[in-house]
């Protein structure tokens, strides 16, 4: 695969599925806001098929309210490959966080099949050490039993996942 001629803006996407964002994601927006002129969070999944505790427009709430102070970030969604979504907005990195090598098994197939469809490259960013061990499904967990999950989630994102396994 070729490498694309590199766009004059340099704009990368921050994919995921984000059910609820972590301040793990938090510091790699933040991070790929300080090396590229424009990022995207991109929400993946089918707002029509109810998977995972929030629905699409909730997760792309709660990334707009923790990510307001960061002028060049933007919230999106998509539904379909990767790749269609980065070529159809010029986008040319896509970035990720890798916390270890389990991140880095799951991650490098993607990385490899996204470079062989378009040639669209993905960049890695370590996880910073205090947030190895955050993961969504950790998190909700933790909430859902009353545990302390001080530092690992925005505020709104802690109150809306207690929100959600409040008794009714
Ligand atoms: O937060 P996740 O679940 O680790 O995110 C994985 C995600 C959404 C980045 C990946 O599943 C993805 O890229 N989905 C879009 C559909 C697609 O392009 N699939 C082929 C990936 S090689």
Redesign the pocket.
């Known amino acids: 695969m070729e490498t694309p001629v590199t766009p004059t803006v340099h704009r990368a996407v921050c994919?995921?599925?984000?059910?609820p964002v972590t301040m793990g994601h938090l510091d790699i927006f933040r991070r790929a806001a300080a090396q590229f002129d424009e990022v995207v969070v991109l929400v993946?999944?089918n707002p029509n098929k109810n998977s995972g505790l929030f629905s699409i427009d909730e997760r792309l709430e709660l990334v707009r309210s923790a990510t307001t102070e960061i002028p060049n970030l933007r919230v999106d969604w998509?539904s379909?490959?990767?790749?269609?979504y980065t070529t159809e907005h010029n986008i040319g990195v896509i970035v990720?966080g890798l916390r270890s090598a389990l991140d880095y098994e799951?991650e490098i197939?993607?990385a490899q099949?996204?470079r062989n469809?378009t040639g669209v490259d993905t960049v890695f960013f370590m996880t910073d050490p205090k947030y190895g061990h955050v993961s969504?499904t950790l998190c909700k967990e933790v909430v859902k039993y009353g545990g302390d999950i001080r530092d690992m989630l925005p505020a709104e994102v802690e109150k809306a996942i207690k929100a959600k396994y409040a008794p009714s």
């Open positions: 994919p995921g599925s984000f059910d993946t999944g998509w379909g490959l990767l790749v269609n990720k799951y197939p993607m099949m996204n469809l969504s």
